[in-house]
């Protein structure tokens, strides 16, 4: 994650923007915390979007509850418990497309 001091920016938006895709931006103006820019792949919009559910909202104490009792599961649990295997990793997927494409 970069600090830019606005007054002291001297590229061009676009440049900042390609170096967003990388890493996060926080934009500063006179040593204040004012914006940052980030790339739209980071952003977990089902969280954004659950945030807002009322809902959902409703049985987070229920979850947190279970939680802190050791009602909880990993990933891994659950696939195995649901009969569905390992999870794919990225590279597994990258590989998949190789294939295909060959």
């Known amino acids: 994650m970069r600090r830019i001091e606005v007054t002291l920016a ?3 938006l676009a440049e900042y923007t390609s170096k967003a895709l990388r890493e ?3 934009l500063m103006l006179n040593g204040h915390l004012v914006a940052a820019m980030i790339s ?3 952003i977990d919009w089902l969280g954004l979007g659950l945030d807002q559910d009322p809902d959902f909202q409703a049985i ?3 979850s947190e509850a ?3 009792a050791g009602r909880s599961y990993t990933g891994e649990e659950i696939r195995q ?3 569905l295997g390992s999870a794919v990793g990225a590279n597994d997927l990258d590989a998949l497309e190789l294939e295909k494409a060959t």
């Open 10 to 12: 001297k590229q061009s």
């Open 24 to 26: 996060p931006l926080i």
């Open 60 to 62: 987070m104490p229920l």
């Open 66 to 68: 279970d939680i802190a």
């Open 81 to 83: 418990r649901l009969g």
């Open 40 to 42: 739209l792949d980071a």
